[in-house]
């Protein structure tokens, strides 16, 4: 089995900065993309940023300049530091990825982080 943790969420006042960590934990699997999901309330679940294994990275718009995704394979971690944070990025945080495991590829969540953004 294999297990997504974020942590790293809290309240920030705008304009501040936070970092988040997705850490997986388990047994012989490999991580292929890894993604930043946020959900607002009463909105939709939206992709923030994308990496691959190879280091290939995407960001929604509405983050692009603010925010950077990183991992570290060896730690199995990904990371996301949010800096010049707005109300508006304030919601629960979702860790994603595809791992491949005794040759499947699965899709993998983990349960979510807190991140509000107020005075």
């Known amino acids: 089995q294999v297990q997504l943790v974020e942590s790293g969420g809290g309240l920030v006042q705008p304009g501040g900065s936070l970092k988040l960590s997705c850490a997986a934990s388990?047994?012989?699997?490999?991580?292929?993309?890894m993604r930043w999901y946020r959900q607002a309330p009463g909105k939709q679940r939206e992709l923030v940023a994308d990496?691959?294994?190879?280091?290939?990275?995407n960001y929604a718009d509405s983050v692009k300049g603010r925010f950077t995704i990183s991992r570290d394979n060896a730690k199995k971690t990904m990371y996301l530091q949010m800096n010049s944070l707005k109300p508006e990025d304030t919601a629960v945080y979702y860790c994603?990825?595809?791992?491949?495991?005794?040759?499947?590829?699965?899709?993998?969540w983990g349960q979510g982080t807190q991140v509000t953004v107020s005075s």
């Open positions: 994603n990825a595809d791992i491949l495991r005794v040759g499947l590829l699965r899709n993998y």
């Open positions: 990496i691959s294994s190879g280091g290939m990275i």
């Open positions: 388990g047994s012989s699997f490999s991580i292929i993309t």
